[in-house]
Nanobody, 119 residues
Framework: QVQLVESGGGLVQAGGSLRLSCVAS????????MGWYRQAPGKQRELVAI???????RYGDSAKGRFTISRDNAKNTVYLQMNSLKPEDTAVYYC?????????????WGQGTQVTVSS
């Protein structure tokens, strides 16, 4: 069974940084794309960033220039480094896996981690 466990969320002031981590269970990590999505209250879930198993990356518009996605295959972990955070970045951030490319949505989701940015 695929498991995705996120960590690293919290409360930060505007302009600050956070790094989110998502550890995936075994086999899915090596072959699939891994991504981060977020959902703010009253809004639809949106793409933040996604990285393929070969290192191709796609960012959502809100993340470009401020966030960096990376993966450590040896640790089955994908990271999201978030800099210059803004109050509008406040949302629950979800890890996603199972897609075959940076253009596909995977079937597996983590439980989500709350990110709150205060002004």
């Amino acid at each position: 069974q695929v498991q995705l466990v996120e960590s690293g969320g919290g409360l930060v002031q505007a302009g600050g940084s956070l790094r989110l981590s998502c550890v995936a269970s075994v086999s899915i990590f090596s072959t699939d794309a891994m991504g981060w999505y977020r959902q703010a209250p009253g809004k639809q879930r949106e793409l933040v960033a996604i990285i393929s198993n070969l290192g191709s990356i796609r960012y959502g518009d809100s993340a470009k220039g401020r966030f960096t996605i990376s993966r450590d295959n040896a640790k089955n972990t994908v990271y999201l480094q978030m800099n210059s955070l803004k109050p509008e970045d406040t949302a629950v951030y979800y890890c996603n896996a199972g897609g075959r490319s940076v253009w596909s949505l995977g079937a597996y989701w983590g439980q989500g981690t709350q990110v709150t940015v205060s002004s």
